[in-house]
């Protein structure tokens, strides 16, 4: 299983799924599939979604549940 | 924080795998089994009534294999024509859907060859009007049967 966080990004983007899937080159619907964790987007696709809200794939996509935000310890 | 509209956010904004799809899917069927059930009728009034129940039968079955064949046409295009109808698409096929629409023509190609099977096995068919309906049906079946188990698969 491979756990995500586009829907946090997205809210903090401001974004709606439909302008997402517009950057993305995909159908919105596809947005939604992903946020819920029903379909694991291809590697290119993700690194895409990545480079739409400027981060990693490691930031966006894991294989482990992501722990709250709060709960993380500063890298630097 | 500012969340986007709910609207926005929404996966049920457009017909697809929603309320339409799936009634137009079930009319496509619909249709199609009464238009045979009525020139099965039509047959046996042709051979024991009068000829005008044959006709008004015959008709009534036309009428129903041209309204299975609207229905199933109307399935694709609110599916933004991803099976079938290509030059009518609003928005190109992406990954997720390409996946679907694999897995929806191999449970198609399946079923359908099925159903034949099955259909040559124990359907009798007495008239050439029988068999011209039968074909129709057989023909919209193989042509729609991808749209019209996508309208039922939860990941369309």
Do not use: C
């Amino acid at each position: 299983m491979i756990y995500n966080r586009v829907s946090v990004f997205r809210a903090e983007k401001n974004m709606s799924r439909q302008q997402l899937a517009d950057q993305a080159g995909v159908n919105y619907q596809t947005i939604g599939f992903i946020e819920r964790g029903d379909y694991t987007p291809s590697l290119e696709l993700a690194f895409t979604l990545a480079r739409v809200f400027n981060v990693s794939v490691t930031d966006l996509f894991s294989d482990q549940p992501f722990k709250p935000l709060i709960e993380r310890t500063p890298t630097s | 924080m500012k969340y986007p509209k709910k609207t926005e956010q929404s996966n049920f904004i457009t017909a697809n795998n929603g309320i339409v799809a799936k009634s137009l899917s079930v009319g496509v069927i619909l249709f199609a089994f009464t238009a045979f059930y009525l020139i099965k009728l039509a047959t046996q009034a042709g051979e024991y009534g009068p000829s005008g129940d044959y006709t008004t039968l015959e008709n009534l079955a036309r009428a129903g294999i041209a309204l299975s064949l609207v229905s199933a046409i109307g399935l694709n295009i609110v599916q933004n024509s991803i099976y079938w109808f290509w030059w009518l698409r609003k928005t190109p096929v992406d990954e997720r859907q390409k996946a679907v629409r694999q897995s929806v023509f191999e449970e198609a190609y399946t079923t359908v060859i099925t159903g034949i099977i099955i259909a040559a096995f124990f359907l009798q068919l007495n008239s050439h009007d029988e068999r011209l309906i039968a074909g129709w049906i057989a023909g919209i079946l193989v042509f729609f049967m991808p749209p019209i188990l996508a309208a039922w698969h939860k990941e369309s």
